[in-house]
């Protein structure tokens, strides 16, 4: 309810690409501080997937290699229903900002897919997903770059940070 009533007030339908975007890094804890840290957009992308139940329990990542692609898939565990669009587009925003935060640079080569069909405000996700080749009504929501950007460098890379965070990150799983 809170998400349709926000969506409501605001006008705005793509509001989750907009919290999305809006989120800072270090409202994911220990997860955002290794990603951050992490020496390349590759390994940032596999700390997502391995500890994304620390922050989210509504959906699972995981990340598939192949045809010098890197996809990091998104897969519900719930049934959203009317607010499946929110719950994607926050979600696909969020991992957006990060990965343009941590290589310094808009993610080129860059397809996202939804599994919703395009809705009416599409334009709305190109401004805000600027350069991507957005894909709707796909199989499954997804973000698919390209290997050589996923061994891009961390401009914020720092391994004893990225350890530090990883034993965080490990110590709240086992709680």
Sequence with gaps: RLVLRGVELTGASW?????GRSTQISSHGALGYAMVASADVGQALNLAERYSSLRLQITRFSVERGNGR?????????????????IH???IGAICL???TVSGMPLPDTRVA???PAPAWADEYATRLRGVTLEFGASASMLDIPESSASNPCITADASACRQAVRLCE?????
């Design 98 to 100: 990060l990965l343009e």
């Design 114 to 116: 939804f599994t919703y």
């Design 15 to 19: 509001l989750g690409l907009d919290v």
């Design 171 to 175: 110590r709240a799983e086992a709680r």
């Design 70 to 86: 890197v996809q990091l898939r998104i897969e519900d565990t719930l049934a959203w229903g009317d607010i499946d669009e929110y």
């Design 89 to 91: 587009s926050h979600i």
